[in-house]
């Protein structure tokens, strides 16, 4: 793994990617949310991937909210934290995955839940869903850009534990990807599971009948499932028309106008915002 010594105190504080990269540009953007959540369910149809998760993820049945947290926590982290922070983060990751292991039952596989080729179906996954989906919002992408978003987020599958020399590089070789590891996906329990999540997240009561936090994930996890590629779709027997993409998009690019309209300190992760102070001014900023 990389070490916090091999770079300058300057590049420490801008963190692995920076405030110039197409990686901030992305994850800063309101449809990170929408890309995250089509992440999420596109990970789950690889079998052995989602079979770990349902039986190592700490919280997945009991408290998935919390679970969403802290995988937001950590790609926040790893986006816009310092070297020093980021690489704390991942190794608090790597630490939960080391050592367990177990049978997928539909498949047979023995796996360990670090398999290299495990975190590089989730890691495609995240890179393509975040990217497919801001550019459908009008993220101002051009295919430089797009390339250049791939292969900056090498970095972050190899630190994760990813093959080096495996994880895709530009737009070309991650689509390459997919197409090799598809007839290997398939529409298992604990996928049927996350796709309910997704849909009939669990609220109490009162956040329910007091607050509009069920309508407005709604709408969000509506966006998730719709900006799923259509054989995506197809395998979790949703509606898979090509005439429904136009309408997908122009959803997307009306979500992104209208969050983009909220103040900023409401709609930006506090990471994104301390980070920006901190490259502003070049020094830490203490939590």
């Known amino acids: 793994m990389t070490s916090i010594r091999d770079v300058t105190p300057a590049q420490d504080l801008a963190g692995f990617f920076g405030p110039d990269s197409i990686t901030w540009r992305i994850h800063a953007d309101p449809s990170y949310s929408v890309g995250g959540l089509r992440a999420l369910l596109l990970q789950a149809l690889h079998p052995v991937a989602m079979g770990g998760v349902s039986r190592f993820s700490v919280g997945f049945q009991t408290e998935p909210w919390a679970r969403l947290t802290r995988t937001a926590e950590y790609v926040a ?48 996954c995240e890179v393509d869903s975040l990217l497919s989906v801001a550019r459908r919002s009008g993220v101002p992408l051009t295919d430089a850009d797009c390339d250049a978003y791939v292969a900056e987020q090498v970095v972050a599958g190899e630190l994760i534990g990813c093959t080096p020399g495996t994880v895709p590089s530009s ?110 001014v070049g020094t830490p900023v203490v939590a």
Not at 193 to 215: C, E, K, N, S, Y
């Open 77 to 124: 982290t790893l986006t816009f934290g310092t070297r020093r922070e980021a690489l704390r983060a991942v190794r608090a990751v790597r630490g939960v995955h080391r050592g367990k292991s177990d049978v997928e039952p539909t498949t047979g596989r023995a796996y360990n839940v670090d398999d290299p080729d495990l975190l590089l179906w989730v890691h495609a």
């Open 171 to 280: 737009v070309a070789e991650l689509a390459a990807y997919f197409e090799r590891v598809r007839p290997e996906l398939a529409l298992t329990d604990p996928a049927k599971d996350a796709l309910r999540f997704i849909l009939v997240p669990p609220m109490p009561g009162w956040v329910q009948v007091l607050t509009p936090a069920r309508p407005a994930w709604a709408g969000l996890a509506s966006l998730g499932v719709a900006t799923l590629p259509r054989w995506a779709r197809s395998m979790y027997g949703l509606p898979a028309l090509a005439l429904t993409e136009p309408a997908t998009t122009a959803a997307a690019r009306a979500f992104r106008r209208t969050t983009l309209a909220l103040p900023t300190r409401v709609r930006e992760n506090p990471t994104l915002r301390a980070a920006r102070e901190r490259v502003a």
